[in-house]
């Protein structure tokens, strides 16, 4: 009726949604229109809303500073001081847990005169994270430099522990690559001639081992410039027990009467070896062989002749004969 139009208000009739009871997610729903009484709705346009319901949550991140031009080669980072040291991010939940940090971006020039308030920007695995609180949204900066960075090649050590198993023993250790290039300053690396792995223990091991080892740089103010790992090689083989033998007669055969014959020198050393455990090493006092020289059909008062070895003990293998040749001379020729 007319004189209802006239009489009523604009702020009587009202437009809502009901959201009782609704979970995350995205919805549609028509719009209830209530009116005063004697009033009927005729039409409502427009009839649906389209929204989506999430939960909001709030979120502590450390700011980390972000050098946009880089760190000349000749300066280290010393230092950070950020204040206040955590912000708090807050929006949806799935916006908020997909932030993977905040950073305050400047250049070295920047943080160097003194504390500034710099901006702080969240990051994801897309990008810069728009659209979110972030409280407080400014923090102040300041960073310190160390400047004369130098960079040395050192060798990379490993010490072998333990003995192998099944008669064994530690052939060859190979570490590749087997320098590293350390970075500091100058008083950093003063003292550092190496880089040593952590004993590597060989006990009960019956086969060959090739791990990939990471190197740990010396103290927190060295760092390692390229490969940051090594690979350790480590070959086993049969036990090899070796011994030298000083003052070992050289005997002369071959010859009717050795009257006369003269043999220079008359003693040599051997160096043998042999496959076996440390039990089983060579008898300290008797040479596992005999040394003599081989005369037949000898003419001349005068000759070189070569130390031969004979009944030499089984699994023995002759390393050197030192000399390897000796002056025989007979004296009535």
């Known amino acids: 009726r007319l004189e209802v139009f006239a009489l009523m208000n604009v702020s009587e009739i009202t437009a809502s949604v009901g959201m009782t009871d609704l979970r995350s997610g995205k919805y549609r729903l028509p719009i209830q229109i209530q009116t005063p009484g004697g009033v009927r709705v005729v039409s409502c346009s427009p009839n649906m809303v389209d929204f989506e319901l999430f939960r909001m949550i709030e979120r502590r991140l450390r700011p980390s500073l972000v050098l946009q031009d880089g760190l000349p080669d000749n300066m280290t980072l010393s230092s950070v001081d950020i204040t206040p040291a955590e912000v708090t991010v807050k929006g949806p939940e799935a916006s908020v847990m997909a932030v993977r940090r905040a950073e305050v971006r400047s250049t070295v020039l920047g943080v160097t005169n003194g504390a500034r308030d710099i901006p702080v920007v969240l990051v994801n695995e897309s990008g810069d994270v728009p659209g979110l609180s972030v409280d407080p949204g400014l923090v102040k900066v300041s ?41 500091g300053t100058e008083d950093a690396l003063l003292g550092i001639t190496e880089i040593a792995i952590n004993p590597v223990d060989v006990s009960g091991h019956t086969e060959n081992m090739n791990v990939d080892i990471p190197l740990d740089p010396p103290s927190d ?38 009257k006369g014959w003269i043999v220079t020198p008359s003693l040599a050393g051997v160096t043998v070896e042999r496959p076996g455990p440390p039990e089983s090493a060579f008898d300290p006092d008797r040479p596992p062989l005999e040394l003599y020289i081989d005369a037949t059909n000898v003419v001349t008062s005068h000759i070189v002749l070569p130390i031969l070895t004979r009944n030499v003990q089984d699994g023995v293998q002759v390393v050197r004969v030192e000399p390897p040749q000796v002056t025989v001379t007979h004296s009535d020729r």
């Open 221 to 258: 103010s060295v760092s390692i410039s390229g490969t940051d790992h090594v690979n350790l090689n480590v070959e086993l083989r049969s036990a090899i027990q070796t011994r030298t033998y000083l003052g070992v007669p050289v005997s002369l055969e071959g010859v009717d009467d050795a």
């Open 143 to 183: 960073a310190q430099f160390t400047r004369t960075i130098k960079e040395i090649k050192v060798p990379v050590t490993v010490r072998i522990t333990g003995v192998p198993g099944g008669g064994l023993e530690v052939g060859s250790v190979t570490v590749s690559p087997d320098t590293a290039v350390l970075r």
